[in-house]
């Protein structure tokens, strides 16, 4: 059992079917708005700093998905000043327990991480980012 600090984007249903399984497999969640946390550069790159800069961005964001932002293009600096300006474009869910921390939600790491229990998909993944199809996710209008 793990107490994890789970940073969600309110009514995603992705992070709902995280927030699910973690639950299913006993574990604590302390639930935060990914979106209006107050991050520093320190605080988020913490968490984003190990992965290479393109896994740092929602792909599922619209600015992303248009193009407007090409995670591909930019550097770590670059890359950092937009997620902050711009929360929307992080990879969600972030999880942290204790020191130990995770940027989105890969079914065999989380298992390996804190482990899911018998409940979790055996293989696959539930979507990291929202489907288009259950709004809510990206922005609340659609372009």
């Not at 550097?75 to 300006?85: P, R």
Request: a neutral charge; charged letters at 20%.
């Amino acid at each position: 059992m793990a107490h994890i600090v789970f940073y969600e984007k309110p009514g995603c249903g992705g992070n709902a079917r995280q927030k699910a399984l973690l639950r299913a497999a006993h574990h604590t969640l302390d639930v935060r708005d990914l979106l209006r946390w107050p991050w520093s550069a320190e605080s988020l790159l913490a968490f984003l700093a190990p992965l290479p800069v393109a896994e740092w961005f929602n792909r599922a964001a619209p600015a992303v998905k248009s193009s407007e932002v090409v995670p591909e293009a930019l550097d770590a600096e670059a890359a950092l000043a937009l997620l902050l300006a711009r929360p929307l474009l992080i990879r969600r869910p972030l999880m942290a327990v204790g020191e130990q921390r995770m940027v989105g939600f890969d079914i065999s790491r989380v298992q390996a991480w804190v482990g899911l229990g018998p409940a979790a998909p055996a293989h696959g993944t539930p979507p990291e980012d929202c489907a288009a199809a259950e709004g809510n996710c990206g922005t609340s209008h659609h372009h």
